[in-house]
């Protein structure tokens, strides 16, 4: 059996392999669906991506062995699929073994990019920086170029382009790089593309059952549960680790402070069990803030990269995020999110779990699409602000009466004004916390907190986690830091 992407028989068999990833599994079905769809000849960038997740989830979410060595296969052979696909023209594929990403990424972004793949990475001069803001850039730094850039003409381009990125790394400061806006590309080898890119898992999990949806876990329940087996990689693998994670975010056109700037010696890896892999990593000693610890989460199942986060903790509160790659929503998001949740109180004593409005949608309309509000809502969180809590209660009592109705993207919007929070003992103590008054009121100099000396050294120690346990137990610096965090 073979079809042509342009038929309806190339949907239906896609379809088909969509159906059975979210349903009781049918694998001698997926099997004769998998072989005919490699033997389809794609030059359609939309099916090309919708098959290339659907193999990535069956990867993360196997039946069996057979259907997983078969997806494999697939995907290694699928650069060969990409070669008249333009990912600049189709950036769904972008990422994909045998394409590219450009992305204009930061000047501390770009230097990992170029340490790590020198011979893979260099500025897209078909899309120049400004011309002026080149000049200003260069003219210091080029002997008696200032002498030309009073006149019209400049070639500062071809200056730039002669010199080339290795140069403007080592010669430009961060702010000037930054500020030219250079479009960089960058070809991930096979390794690296999130069509290959895996971690050795310690034996593969098989989902003989449909995915645990979010009704099947409490985050109740995870907390009070056994202890997650955790255990410090070397510096070696911390720093493989790291590579493997900036680059995972830097094919879906991402990049986070807390990967750029993290710690190899500080990693940590929590089997959480169904195949999920946890890797925790800290922040650099010189690159931590003032007061919260830094932390950056990233998920694997079965050694498939499936998603990533960060996590900021003080006291007994975390502020979490929490995000999926697209391709694995349909998996077990729920699971997945509520054992981090059990990883930070375990490692910190993390009682209090707080989520962005950024998260659920304010000024995030992937979020608004999503749903997030509902995705934590559903898990147990509230909202801080009394008057989004009225509008949430009134949506939950729309949905018992109507099954079908569903809360529109302007309320939506609404209940994304104000932080989610959950406590494992509600007492409401930080739900007027935010960080942002404790900046103010610090940085204007007219308040003061005063840090015990056992709690500094633990902030510059090997690692925070022993800065965020000691911060939860010390009654006195709590009281004082909620003050500040109030309205």
Not at 312 to 332: H, K, P, Q, W
Not at 377 to 387: A, E, I, Y
């Amino acid at each position: 059996m073979t079809y042509d992407a342009s038929m309806p028989s190339f949907d239906r068999a896609l379809a088909g392999l969509e159906s059975l990833r979210r349903s009781p599994p049918d694998p001698a079905r997926l099997i004769e669906l998998l072989a005919a769809l490699d033997r389809t000849k794609i030059r359609d960038a939309d099916r090309l991506a919708l098959l290339h997740d659907a193999l990535l989830f069956l990867c993360a979410y196997p039946p069996t062995p057979g259907v997983l060595r078969l997806a494999e296969s697939i995907l290694k052979r699928f650069a060969g699929r990409m070669r008249d696909i333009d990912p600049l023209l189709d950036p769904e594929v972008s990422g994909i073994a045998g394409t590219w990403v450009e992305m204009v990424f930061s000047f501390d972004f770009v230097r990992w990019l170029a340490r790590r793949f020198p011979r893979q990475v260099d500025i897209d001069w078909d899309e120049p920086p400004d011309s002026d803001r080149l000049a200003a850039v260069l003219a210091p730094r080029i002997p008696f170029l200032e002498e030309e850039v009073v006149d019209v003409h400049v070639p500062t381009l071809e200056i730039a382009q002669q010199r080339g990125l290795a140069w403007l790394l080592q010669n430009l400061e961060p702010l000037a790089y930054d500020s030219l806006g250079l479009w960089v590309r960058w070809k991930p080898g096979a390794e690296m593309s999130r069509t290959l890119m895996r971690r050795p898992p310690r034996t593969i999990f098989l989902q003989s059952t449909p995915p645990l949806s979010r009704r099947d876990v409490s985050i109740e329940r995870e907390l009070a549960g056994p202890p997650l087996r955790i255990s410090r990689l070397s510096r070696r693998k911390g720093q493989a680790v790291l590579d493997m994670v900036c680059a995972a975010l830097a094919t879906r056109y991402r990049e986070l402070y807390n990967f750029t700037w993290g710690d190899p010696s500080t990693v940590l890896s929590a089997d959480a069990g169904r195949g999920l892999e946890i890797l925790l990593i800290g922040l650099l000693p010189e690159k931590r803030l003032p007061l919260r610890a830094g932390f950056a989460p990233f998920l694997l199942r079965n050694g498939v990269p499936i998603g990533y986060g960060d996590a900021f903790g003080l006291c007994e509160r975390m502020e979490v995020s929490f995000n999926i790659f697209y391709a694995f929503r349909d998996g077990e998001s729920a699971f997945c999110f509520v054992r981090l949740l059990k990883l930070y109180h375990q490692l910190f004593g993390s009682t209090v779990f707080s989520i962005d409005p950024y998260q659920i949608g304010l000024e995030n309309e992937e979020a608004i699409e999503a749903g997030a509000f509902w995705f934590y809502r559903k898990l147990g969180f509230r909202s801080t602000d009394p008057r989004v809590e009225r509008i949430a209660r009134h949506e939950e009592e729309r949905m018992t009466k109507d099954p079908t109705h569903r809360t529109s993207a302007r309320t939506l919007r609404r209940m994304a004004q104000s932080p989610l929070i959950y406590e494992m003992q509600p007492t409401g103590a930080w739900d007027r916390f935010r960080i942002h008054n404790v900046v103010r009121k610090l940085g204007s100099g007219r308040r003061q907190i005063r840090i015990p000396p056992e709690i500094l050294r633990a902030k510059s120690g090997r690692s925070e986690v022993r800065y965020v346990r000691l911060l939860a137990r010390h009654k006195r610096f709590r009281r004082a830091i909620l003050q500040l965090g109030r309205d």
